[in-house]
């Protein structure tokens, strides 16, 4: 700074006595005032900077002291378990958030009125007594199922701590687990016994009769099909449930699925004298997903299209593309048959795994109930979605809706 203010000075000395070297005196001076300019709105800068630093310090330091029960406070409501201090005549003393979210206004009220559970009382009374820890599971069936996993901690002056995990999420995969494992028993078991029933027959009573015998080798050559399709859906089922979060990126033609279907002769088509119509669409645009995976939904909605609607009917296969705002960016395939239909109530089951509707059962229709499974979770892993319309003996319509490949930014 002291070296510019010189410079500064000289310049103006300059002037004034030579005249004549006006035009040096004037550079020097410019560049002086320039550099002067510079490192004067440096200094501002600095000590805006240095203004800023001492306020926000004042700010820490008149702000509240973060002391050790406002962290146990937040820690406490961090918790994603029900938290419940419930003093000596059981009332709810305090509670955490997650517990305040689900109970509602708990706190002053009596816990029985919250918790019903058989023994609670007696295991806050033992635990309380003997001062260790109890624990009890309990479930709920209104307004929705739910189980519970409690866990009783006693505190001092008779008060006691409640932590309620909620497992019920856990439980639900749990039965879904074992359901599953029993119906796949189940329906394998079933053409199994079948099967070995007519072995021996066929090596006792029927020895001696070869058109016995050829009408039980077909049987069983139905039932090992059987087997082999059900083996086969639980292949498919338990592999696409691996991928469903990997969605499929290539460039599908929903078109070329509909001509290898039209290409392929249908024999339960032929023998129900179907009037099919696959009505492909040149204008509709490409699809985000994979061409076997979609051939799959298709196939099986096609399928089954067939085998549920009445002898002498129509199926329709057509394709769309959505301009509404809400399913914009999408390709709709619609599969359409005059069928059996599917009850209101039963409509949102039909994707559930071994799920068949009585319907369906009792018109005798042959099937594993994975069929609609599979088509659900391709459709998941795609991020697309399905669509069932259906009128009871009038017929349903499935539409698939999947993304148009666009490329992604
Ligand atoms: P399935 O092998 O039994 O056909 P799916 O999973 O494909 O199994 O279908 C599940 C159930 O949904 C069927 O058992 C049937 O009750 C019902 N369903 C599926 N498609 C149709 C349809 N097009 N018309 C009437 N009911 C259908």
């Known amino acids: 700074m002291k070296i510019i203010l010189i410079f500064n000075f000289l310049a103006l000395v300059l002037l004034f006595f030579f005249g004549k070297l006006e035009l040096i005196s004037l ?18 800068d600095q000590k805006i900077k240095r203004k800023k ?41 305090a509670a955490n958030q997650a517990a305040k979210s689900y109970y509602g206004d708990v706190i002053g009220k009596d816990l029985s009125s919250f918790i019903r559970a058989p023994d609670l009382l007696d295991k806050i009374e033992n635990s309380r007594n ?38 019920t999420d856990f439980k639900k995969s749990e039965k879904l687990r074992s359901d599953f494992v029993a119906n796949v ?24 009769d070869p058109v016995a015998q050829q009408k039980f080798i077909k ?41 290898s279907l039209e290409r392929m002769p249908n024999k339960l088509a032929e023998k129900k004298c179907l009037d099919i119509k696959i009505v492909k669409n040149d204008t509709i645009p490409l699809v985000r997903g994979d061409y076997d995976k979609i051939s799959e939904v298709v196939q099986n909605l096609y399928d089954n299209a067939i085998k549920y609607t009445k002898d002498h009917s129509a199926v329709e296969l057509f394709l769309h593309k959505n301009e509404d705002k809400l399913l914009k960016g999408s ?54 979605d399905l669509e069932i319309n259906s009128r009871l003996n009038e017929g349903t319509e499935f539409i698939v809706h999947l993304p148009i490949y666009e490329k992604k930014d």
Do not use: W
């Not at 449930?241 to 599908?252: L, R």
């Open 27 to 44: 550079v020097i001076l410019c560049i002086s005032n320039s550099a002067l300019l510079y490192f004067a709105s440096k200094i501002k």
């Open 53 to 93: 630093n001492t306020e926000d310090l004042n700010v820490i330091n008149s702000s509240k002291v973060f002391t050790a029960e406002d962290l146990e406070n937040q820690l406490i409501n961090q918790i994603e378990d029900y938290i419940l201090f419930i003093n000596s005549f059981n009332t709810i003393s």
């Open 130 to 167: 003997r001062r260790i820890n109890e624990y009890l599971e309990f479930e709920i069936n209104l307004p929705t199922y739910s189980f519970f996993r409690l866990t009783i901690v006693p505190l001092s002056q008779k008060n006691v701590l409640l932590v309620v995990k909620d497992y």
């Open 185 to 208: 028993s189940h329906e394998l078991k079933t053409p199994l016994v079948s099967i070995k029933g007519f072995l021996e027959t066929i090596s006792s009573s029927a020895k001696d």
């Open 219 to 259: 049987i069983m050559q139905e039932q090992a099909d059987k087997m082999e399709i059900l083996i086969s859906d639980l292949m498919s089922l338990s592999r696409i449930e691996m991928q469903e979060h990997v969605q499929p990126n290539s460039k599908v033609n929903i078109n070329e699925i509909f001509e």
């Open 331 to 384: 390709v709709s395939i619609h599969v359409k048959d005059q069928g059996i239909g599917i009850p209101k109530d039963e409509i949102h089951r039909v994707t559930e795994r071994f799920f068949r509707t009585a319907n369906a059962k009792k018109n005798l229709i042959q099937g594993t109930g994975l069929g609609l499974a599979i088509v659900k979770h391709i459709i998941n892993q795609h991020r697309g």
